[in-house]
Nanobody, 114 residues
Framework: QVQLVESGGGLVQPGGSLRLSCAAS????????IGWYRQALGKEREWVAA???????IYADSVKGRFTVSRENAKNTIYLQMNSLRSEDTAVYYC????????WGQGTQVTVSS
């Protein structure tokens, strides 16, 4: 099983931007669809966005038009560009297969606050 490691989180003001990275230990082509997920404190983990092997993307309604998922196959890395961030985007963000494996990485914390 390919291991996925998230990075790039941090503290940002409302309206700001962040880019998250998801680095794979092996080839991304072993996974048909990769998703980004998030879990806010006290809430269930939710799906945010996904990208297929050939670059097709889908988004949850809550982030559509603000977030962009992309992939760089040469670096075995998936990105999540997050713009116009809101306080409700505060969460730990994870990448995983879509639908997800049972095991999850440590994620990366995104905090949107003034």
């Amino acid at each position: 099983q390919v291991q996925l490691v998230e990075s790039g989180g941090g503290l940002v003001q409302p309206g700001g931007s962040l880019r998250l990275s998801c680095a794979a230990s092996g080839s991304l082509f072993s996974i048909n669809v990769i998703g980004w997920y998030r879990q806010a404190l006290g809430k269930e983990r939710e799906w945010v966005a996904a990208i297929t092997m050939d670059g097709k993307t889908i988004y949850a309604d809550s982030v559509k038009g603000r977030f962009t998922v992309s992939r760089e196959n040469a670096k075995n890395t998936i990105y999540l560009q997050m713009n116009s961030l809101r306080s409700e985007d505060t969460a730990v963000y994870y990448c995983n297969k879509y639908p997800p494996w049972n095991s999850w990485g440590q994620g990366t914390q995104v905090t949107v606050s003034s």
